[in-house]
């Protein structure tokens, strides 16, 4: 009889993590609610994924965002 795979406890991984805040805007939280339903993924993994897809894009070259300079003194 095969043994019953345990589940993966979700507060383990949030302890392993460093917590951060970041803010979207409603039209944001509401795709993401969207998709986190739809896909049955929670939101936190959503989004990990895709982090690590951007970062990813980046390192290879196939993304490029403009310097934070830039950003900042377009936001003063």
Same mark, same amino acid.
């Given at each position: 009889?095969?043994?019953?795979?345990?589940?993966?406890?979700?507060?383990?991984?949030? @302890?392993?993590? $460093? +917590?951060?805040?970041?803010?979207?805007?409603?039209?944001?939280?509401?795709? &993401?609610? /969207?998709?986190?339903? @739809?896909?049955? $993924? +929670?939101?936190?993994?959503?989004?990990?994924?895709?982090?690590?897809?951007? &970062?990813? /894009?980046?390192?290879?070259?196939?993304?490029?965002?403009?310097?934070?300079?830039?950003?900042?003194?377009?936001?003063?």
């Amino acid at each position: 009889m095969p043994k019953a795979r345990k589940k993966a406890n979700p507060k383990t991984a949030l @302890q392993n993590g $460093v +917590p951060l805040t970041v803010y979207f805007s409603e039209h944001q939280t509401a795709r &993401l609610n /969207q998709v986190s339903q @739809q896909r049955r $993924v +929670p939101k936190a993994e959503l989004l990990r994924v895709a982090v690590d897809l951007l &970062l990813e /894009q980046l390192a290879s070259g196939q993304l490029q965002l403009p310097l934070g300079i830039e950003i900042a003194k377009s936001r003063q």
